[in-house]
């Protein structure tokens, strides 16, 4: 056979393994389900095709690069503190002895390394990767990370799934438009249950959401993205669910600006600016979009004369413009948003932001007119 990519499904509860083989193959395969795993029996996993060679899973790419200096940042102030559940043991653990069986995790995941029979790898097939999931939670497995487009029927089976999406905005940039989830706020927003929507400004808040949505029963979703940025919090800086945090404030200020991720940072530069011409702003950082600190929020509104600006990479609709001004409609605050408002294309990160209207400048300009 030539090389090439092969997918194993068993029902609902089945992992999915993608092998790489030359002239010949092996299926590894483990099941979730409450059946036994017989060899050959139609209760359980048929394990087939015998190998010549060995099996080798897909690495991903080192990304050390990457990750080395956010996590010289953290200085690993939460190292081991975080523990899935331990799941019903349903299903005795099968040992496949076809062959030499060697498995390599890809170098940039750090929990396969330390649990390997914890870890799954879906690769890209986002859709079916939900369905692992909800198999697996439906027996008590602990599922901290899911990425995908299509959830909703795992809230009607009030399915408790942790996502976290991070293709997410214009701030994907050189991607394009095909990778830049700009409705995935919406989406979220609109599943019944206790639905919790992270979106951590700097890499401290992304370890924070991590933490606190691994200890929440429902689903939760966690917008992060993709550009390097500078970090923001203190590593001891404490965040809950539905705390929002005062990034700058003063008792002058003329308007409350709100934003999250990568728009945080353009409304502190914009902030800046505008307090050398010396227009004083209020910046907030939800942290959680739903639920919001609506307290927080019409508190410091109504100290500028009830005068909001809500910055985001997010189409409107179901965006964080608009769970503001739901949120402060009944106190008669006025809401303005910036977002985004075409399809977008591909480019450089800042030079998105300012073609579709969210950058620093723009910032500036919907403050003062």
């Given at each position: 056979m030539g090389c090439g990519r092969l997918e194993i499904r068993v029902d609902s509860f089945a992992l999915i393994t993608h092998t790489r083989f030359s002239e010949s193959f092996t299926i590894f395969c483990r099941c979730f389900g409450s059946s036994s795993l017989l060899p050959f029996s139609l209760l359980g996993v048929l394990v087939a095709f015998l190998t010549l060679f060995s099996i080798v899973w897909f690495t991903g790419a080192d990304h050390s690069d990457e990750v080395n200096p956010i996590k010289a940042r953290l200085q690993g102030s939460q190292k081991g503190k975080l523990a899935a559940q331990k799941p019903t043991d349903d299903a005795p653990k099968v040992d496949l002895h076809v062959g030499s069986i060697k498995m390599a995790p890809p170098q940039y995941k750090k929990g396969d390394k330390k649990h390997p029979d914890q870890f799954f790898e879906c690769f890209i097939a986002e859709q079916n990767l939900v369905g692992v999931a909800v198999g697996a939670q439906?027996?008590?497995?602990?599922?901290?990370?899911?990425?995908?487009?299509?959830?909703?029927?795992?809230?009607?089976?009030?399915?408790?799934?942790?996502?976290?999406?991070?293709?997410?905005?214009?701030?994907?940039?050189?991607?394009?438009?095909?990778?830049?989830?700009?409705?995935?706020?919406?989406?979220?927003?609109?599943?019944?249950?206790?639905?919790?929507?992270?979106?951590?400004?700097?890499?401290?808040?992304?370890?924070?959401?991590?933490?606190?949505?691994?200890?929440?029963?429902?689903?939760?979703?966690?917008?992060?993205?993709?550009?390097?940025?500078?970090?923001?919090?203190?590593?001891?800086?404490?965040?809950?669910?539905g705390q929002a945090k005062v990034?700058?404030?003063?008792?002058?200020?003329?308007?409350l600006l709100i934003g999250a991720g990568v728009t945080i940072y353009e409304i502190m530069k914009a902030a800046d600016h505008l307090e050398k011409e010396g227009m004083h702003c209020c910046v907030i950082d939800p942290f959680t979009i739903k639920p919001l600190?609506?307290?927080t929020i019409v508190k410091h509104a109504q100290r500028t004369g009830g005068t909001v600006l809500t910055v985001e990479d997010h189409y409107p609709?179901?965006?964080?413009?608009?769970?503001?001004?739901?949120?402060?409609?009944?106190?008669?605050?006025?809401?303005?948003?910036?977002?985004?408002?075409d399809v977008p294309r591909s480019g450089k990160p800042?030079?998105?932001?300012?073609?579709?209207?969210?950058s620093t400048r723009h910032i500036a300009e919907a403050v003062k007119y």
């Open positions: 439906c027996r008590d497995r602990t599922i901290p990370f899911t990425s995908c487009d299509q959830i909703r029927n795992a809230a009607v089976s009030f399915a408790n799934l942790k996502c976290a999406g991070s293709h997410v905005g214009v701030s994907t940039g050189e991607d394009g438009p095909s990778q830049m989830a700009l409705e995935d706020l919406a989406l979220f927003r609109t599943l019944p249950g206790s639905t919790v929507l992270f979106y951590p400004t700097d890499a401290v808040a992304a370890e924070r959401a991590t933490e606190l949505a691994a200890n929440i029963k429902g689903i939760v979703f966690i917008r992060t993205g993709r550009p390097a940025l500078p970090v923001l919090y203190d590593n001891n800086k404490p965040l809950a669910v990034l700058k404030e003063s008792p002058n200020n003329k308007i600190d609506e307290a609709a179901g965006g964080i413009g608009e769970a503001v001004a739901a949120c402060v409609a009944k106190h008669g605050i006025r809401v303005k948003s910036l977002c985004i408002n800042d030079e998105l932001l300012d073609m579709f209207g969210i």
